[in-house]
């Protein structure tokens, strides 16, 4: 694949324009009377992750104008266990980060981590929790501005929700962190999160639906283990979305990922392409995750995102 270059100030309006999900140490879960929570790490029954490669391109009226690979990274993680009266629970994290040496010099990382109690009529209940770096340029000069800063300290949104029955209900604060720190200590974040969060109120969902909704990573793994063509909600931050998704078979990703020995002989591969949008109104975001079909655990092989009308990032899995 050809890499081409680009100045750091276009990189940077790239980059700054764009918020990747990162990930915190990663937590399981333990039932307290009956309630989800996401703490602790006991041994799960099943556990898949996946590591990926962050890929970013310039696009410019439909048409690719400049490329970059391995600007950050990511993984997924699938956990599973088992439950005494038939059901499970599942726990499933999507994690990125950007890389300052090869993205102009910008540390951007979040994450988001669901865990819900499936019964064998569908998703019970579950949690959610979310943390991100606050990337809030808004024009290229913003963000040129954002290239190289020499700031201490960055800005943070966190984010937990908790869904039982017809009841949804969550917390958003902000907090201010340091803004060089690494993957490596993004445990320190977490802490900061918690204690932002502890003092901002809990506020119900606007909305009430018998059952509420999945958080999305829950409502995503659904769509793509349903028919080709799927409609559905998901809940976020006590709002309700629309997920539409797409799946056509893909024989050139099949060909590429079985070279790769991403996938076993014989297997395939289903390109499902995503849209979702607030119900209460606003534009649509667009999305390409490439699964193995038929795997009961669709964990992405390539991700694509359009975060800006500019900005196309891909996370590709890595061997």
């Known amino acids: 694949m050809t890499v081409k270059q680009f100045s750091r100030r276009a990189f940077g309006r790239l980059w700054a324009g764009s ?15 009956g309630r989800l929570e996401l703490e602790g790490q006991p041994r799960a029954d ?13 696009i410019i009226l439909s048409v690719p104008l400049l490329h970059r690979t391995s600007v950050g990274g990511g993984s997924v993680q699938w956990s599973e266990w088992a439950e005494a009266n038939g059901g499970a629970q599942r726990l499933i994290e999507f994690l990125g980060f950007s890389a300052p040496e090869r993205a102009a010099g910008l540390n951007r990382l979040g994450f988001i981590r669901e865990l819900t109690r499936i019964a064998p ?41 908790r869904i039982a029955g017809d009841a949804s209900t969550s917390a958003l604060a902000h907090f201010v962190g340091p ?12 802490t900061m999160g918690l204690r932002a969060l502890s003092g901002v109120p809990v506020q119900p969902a606007g909305f009430t639906l018998a059952p509420s909704p999945p958080p999305f990573l829950n409502a995503l793994a659904d769509a793509l283990l349903g028919p080709p063509q799927l409609e559905s909600r998901y809940v976020y931050a006590g709002r309700l979305y ?22 076993a002989p014989g297997a395939k591969v289903v390109r499902a392409w995503g849209t979702v949008r607030r119900e209460a109104g606003g534009k649509d975001t667009q999305f390409g995750i490439w699964v193995e079909e038929g795997n009961r655990r669709p964990i992405p092989l390539r991700i694509e995102y359009q975060a800006k009308s500019y900005l196309r990032l891909t996370f590709e899995a890595e061997s």
């Open 121 to 161: 009529g569908g998703i019970r209940d579950a949690v959610y929790f979310g943390l991100m770096t606050a990337s809030n340029e808004e024009s290229a000069e913003e963000a040129r501005k954002a290239l190289h800063s020499n700031a201490t300290e960055s800005a943070y949104t966190v984010i937990e929700g």
């Open 179 to 190: 803004s060089r720190i690494s993957a490596e200590r993004r445990g320190e974040l977490v």
């Open 46 to 58: 099943l556990s898949l992750d996946r590591h990926y490669r962050a890929d970013a391109q310039v």
């Open 242 to 263: 629309r997920l539409w998704l797409h799946k056509t078979a893909d024989p050139k990703a099949t060909e590429y990922f079985q070279k790769r020995k991403l996938i």
């Open 19 to 33: 918020a990747l999900y990162a990930g915190a140490e990663r937590i399981g879960l333990a039932a307290v009377e």
